[in-house]
């Protein structure tokens, strides 16, 4: 594997802290905390404005959706969550992202620590070209782990629903599984590295039916234990899945804005803005 | 329009739902009027009636399942869909009293009545028009017809109160006509429940319109003093 390709596999496993502070967050969990904190957020490709004027809350250990239309810059905020915007040379973020405390964005913090904390699955699954054991073993690794590994195999993988699925075939290439499994082997590596927050960008859209509804259930499962954002086209999905539910459009110059942020129940059933009813009864977008 | 052909079969389930409105109203006063002449060949058909009263309101409930299952309906949509479903059946529940008055008129049969009927026609007469009302502001979306509507059904519980004491009265009178007055304070019942249920409609009007679920009060007002 070129350096290269390690370093984008590396950053697509790694995550990260928390932040308290004030804004609104829609859905509270048993704690009352906040994941992360999103303050002024601008977030530019070179002359153009992808993201503007966002100030969101993020609950910890729930499961938070961000929708909207094409091009509304909704990936742009997942990857602004932990950095990885930066991966794109013309970006660049204006404001505040508080993680424990901490705007990630300071320029004394490490953007691979970052990343380790917040991880990240994608749309398509992207398992390295080795076994299904080295999949979830190799981020633990290079970053530095020393316990039972085996041991932590077993329970990344039966974090992410798999291991019974391949308890008996670790060492066998994991481009022999199924999609929805190799989605699901990168979600055990994704929490291999013991990240406290997941974010995760359309899981889903390249799954059959049944493949998806095991990764919502997952997702539910892991809501337990980390703090979930995802990015969905499917609002089936997002009402299914989530706990709140942030809802971006974008404007005449195409830069993404936050419309509406509430619980999931509420936004879909009964939205306050005028365009969220209209996005999510589909009559635009 | 994105989406034109739900639109068109959620714009049709209305219509069909107005349309159930519409033979439960009918239902509703003939069986009244049915009772007050004591014909009772008209008492049977409101009876026979019920049957399509009650297909009507399946078929409105199959409908609605159709569109929650084919177009996953959100927001407002979904709303209207739920409220569709539960003001059906308490369309069907209405019908069901209307059918229970025109079975009283047949146990009564061609006996005289102990009094000529002025309060209970009154009665049906406000009940149909509160129906209508209230499924008027279904149409319009107006929260606050549906609230207006709702405050009349202190009329209705005022008027079955009145009703309850004379037939007292005649109970006092003559023993005899125990029998009688039991089955008119039934019909007098029946209204009242009716009342109660164009009450619930009213509410889901309200939900339809901006998704408040709120009690408009009469739900538990039984009437007659909260003794019957």
């Known amino acids: 594997m070129t350096d290269m390709v390690l370093n984008e596999a590396k950053q697509a496993v790694l995550s990260a802290t928390d932040a308290d502070a004030q804004g609104v967050c ?56 932990n950095r990885m915007n930066e991966l794109v040379p013309t ?78 075939k670790l060492q066998q290439s994991a481009l022999a599984l199924s999609g929805g499994q190799q989605q699901r082997l990168c979600i055990a590596r994704a929490i291999a590295v013991r990240p406290e927050i997941i974010l995760m960008d359309e899981p889903a859209s390249a799954l059959d039916p049944i493949a998806t509804l095991k990764i919502e259930e997952l997702m539910r499962e892991l809501a337990r234990d980390y703090t979930i954002v995802v990015v969905t086209h499917n609002m089936q999905q997002a009402a299914r899945v989530s706990d709140s539910t942030a809802f971006f459009m974008m404007d005449e110059d ?10 999931t129940r509420q936004l879909f059933t009964n939205p306050h803005d005028k365009r969220t009813e209209d996005y999510i009864t589909g009559r635009f977008g | 329009m994105p989406r034109s052909t739900f639109e068109h079969k959620l714009e049709r389930l209305q219509d069909e739902l107005l349309v159930l409105g519409s ?45 929650i299952a084919t177009q996953q309906p959100m927001a407002s949509d979904l709303r209207v869909l739920a409220s569709v479903l539960e003001i059906a059946t308490e369309l069907e529940r209405i019908g069901d009293y209307a059918k229970g ?68 009265t005649f109970v006092m009178c003559d023993p005899r ?16 429940r009716a009342a109660d249920r164009v009450t619930n ?18 739900r538990d007002d039984m009437g007659v003093e909260g003794l019957v």
């Open chain 1, 26 to 81: 829609p859905v509270s969990n048993a704690d009352g905390d906040c994941a992360i904190l999103v303050r002024d957020l601008h977030v530019y490709y070179g002359g153009f404005r992808a993201l503007k004027d966002v100030d969101l809350r993020i609950a910890s250990r729930q499961i938070t959706a961000i929708i909207g239309p094409s091009g509304c810059g909704k990936s742009t905020m997942l990857r602004s969550f």
């Open chain 1, 91 to 168: 970006a660049r973020t204006e404001g505040q992202v508080v993680f424990r405390g901490k705007n990630i964005y300071d320029p004394d913090v490490d953007a691979v620590e970052v990343r380790r904390r917040i991880g990240m699955v994608f749309q398509k699954p992207n398992p390295f070209p080795k076994s299904i054991y080295e999949n979830v073993a190799w981020g633990a690794r290079i970053n530095g782990f020393r316990g039972n590994m085996d041991g932590l195999v077993e329970s990344s993988l039966s974090h992410a629903a798999l291991w019974d699925e391949v308890k008996d």
């Open chain 1, 254 to 263: 195409r830069a993404g804005y936050l419309v509406e942020y509430g619980p």
């Open chain 2, 23 to 67: 033979m439960v109203e009918d239902a509703l006063v003939e069986s009244v009027d049915a009772l007050k002449h004591q014909d009772l060949e008209r008492a049977k058909q409101v009876i026979r009636g019920d049957d399509a009263i009650n297909g009507k309101r399946y078929a409105i409930e199959a409908g609605v399942l159709a569109l």
């Open chain 2, 101 to 168: 008055t025109g079975r009283i008129n047949l146990l009564i049969g061609v006996e005289p009545l102990i009094k000529p009927l002025i309060d209970l026609p009154l009665m049906a007469e406000i009940v149909r028009d509160m129906l209508h009302r209230a499924l008027e502001a279904l149409v319009r979306r107006d929260a606050e017809l549906a609230i207006a509507v709702a405050g009349r059904d202190s009329e209705i519980d005022a008027l079955y109160n009145q009703v309850y004491r004379e037939l007292l």
């Open chain 2, 177 to 192: 006509a125990i029998e009688q007055t039991m089955q008119l304070l039934w019909v007098g019942h029946n209204l009242e």
């Open chain 2, 201 to 218: 409609i009213c509410e889901r009007v309200i939900f339809t319109v901006n998704g408040a679920v709120i009690e408009l009060g009469g």
